[in-house]
């Protein structure tokens, strides 16, 4: 089984900091790609960033500058560091990871996985 469990949500005043966390775990073979995306109320789930496991990073236009992610393949781990928060990031985030299991049967899985989300308020 896997499992992505998140932490670092909280409330913070609009130009402030935080500093999230997801970390994998389970019958892991690799990760290919784990990310971040957010849901706000009464929107869609959108893509905050991409961290490839050969380091190539991706974000969406609204966090460029802003939002850092990073990661720790030894640790199945991923970050996503925002700065300069806005009350528009307010949202639930999310982690996703798209990873490769070997099953007892011998043969491979692959598949997204996605935590349980982590809720980021920001105050204006």
């Known amino acids: 089984q896997v499992q992505l469990v998140e932490s670092g949500g909280g409330l913070v005043q609009a130009g402030g900091s935080l500093r999230l966390s997801c970390a994998a775990s389970?019958?892991?073979?690799?990760?290919?790609?784990m990310g971040w995306y957010r849901q706000a109320p009464g929107k869609q789930r959108e893509q905050v960033a991409t961290?490839?496991?050969?380091?190539?990073?991706n974000y969406a236009d609204s966090v460029k500058g802003r939002f850092t992610i990073s990661r720790d393949n030894a640790k199945n781990t991923v970050y996503l560091q925002m700065n300069s928060l806005k009350p528009e990031d307010t949202a639930v985030y999310y982690c996703?990871?798209?990873?490769?299991?070997?099953?007892?049967?011998?043969?491979?899985?692959?598949?997204?996985?996605w935590g349980q989300g982590t809720q980021v308020t920001v105050s204006s």
């Open positions: 961290h490839t496991s050969g380091g190539i990073t």
């Open positions: 389970g019958s892991i073979l690799s990760i290919n790609v």
């Open positions: 996703n990871a798209d990873i490769v299991r070997q099953l007892i049967s011998g043969t491979y899985s692959r598949r997204d996985y």
